[in-house]
């Protein structure tokens, strides 16, 4: 009895000890207790459907970055969990100034491998769902991945990297997404040297005036602001930033040092995407029981029966009823 009872006490001991030692942002709380900013959307595990119909955790490329199938899941799948997450961020967007919502808005985060190019395509695909114009602009000019995202043929090396170096048009600069209407996409260009000096050149503060009067919503993918200074300069050409962060895996410590860069240089920040969330912890289902709901609205939303994340089963057969 006292050992089951010295086991008891030793095993809740050493969770909460675990606990302690997690030092990521994990829930929405934690976002708004850390940096009281609001949370834009609440993004699940991304999930994608094989050939056969059945569910699969996460199909990536070779290089180990998110294959199309991910990327363009508000396209390909616009009835999934996912898919109603950042259409969820599409309208917190629209919502945050009433008169005016932003035009230009560029999609960041902390650390490399967040889903911050991945979010920006989705919030593009979004917004051009509306029937509004809609640019893509990859300024992430150090690893660029807009092009493989957006499922874009390889072709014209012509980028935004083109137009700063002053040998190319914005026109000749953008391409038309070949499948996806009101969407158009402005790819990097080849990498230059020196990224940081091209995006705070006055060519880049030109450009944005420029596509403003051409797009009803610009949306910027820019490198992680711990890796380099290239979205603290974008930053201030644009009507806010979003922050990506990763359930689970983004320090705390990253998240808010973030917030002070951007603060420092007088950004606004929109809010926060929490991505990658693992939406079949229990914890998660007792603090946020209405997200279950919301995401297993309606039937044949693209997923297979085997589906553990997302929508519970349970939800899905209340909605039946």
Known sequence: MLAALVGLVGGIALAFFREYLDNTVKTP????????????????????????????VQKTSTDGEPGTEVALASHMQPKSPVSEAFR?????????????????????????????????????VTLAQLGDRTLLVDADLRKPGVRRALGLPPGSEMGLSSYLAGVASLNDASLTHPVIDNLMAMPTGPVPPNPADLLSSHRMHDAILQLRERYKFIVIDSPPIMAATDAV?????????????????????????????????????????????????????????????????????????????????????????
């Open 29 to 56: 709380d934690d976002i708004e207790a850390l940096t009281g900013l609001p949370s834009l959307a609440v993004v699940p595990s991304f999930a994608v459907l094989n050939s056969t119909g059945k569910l699969l």
């Open 88 to 124: 969820a961020m599409r309208t917190s967007l629209l919502l945050s100034q009433a008169d005016h919502p932003p035009q230009v808005i560029l999609v960041t985060s902390a650390l490399p491998r967040e889903g911050k190019t991945t979010a920006a395509v989705n919030l593009a």
């Open 233 to 321: 300069i974008l930053s201030a050409l644009t009507d806010g930033v979003i922050l990506v962060v990763r359930s689970g895996e983004t320090p705390k410590e990253a998240f808010t040092r973030c917030r002070d860069l951007l603060a420092a240089v007088n950004s606004r920040i929109l809010g926060v995407v929490l991505n990658a969330v693992d939406t079949s912890n229990s914890n998660y289902y007792y603090s946020y029981r209405y997200y279950p709901y919301a995401y297993g609205y309606g039937e044949g939303y693209g997923y297979g029966e085997e589906e553990t994340a997302g929508a519970g089963t349970g939800s899905r057969k209340r909605s039946r009823s």
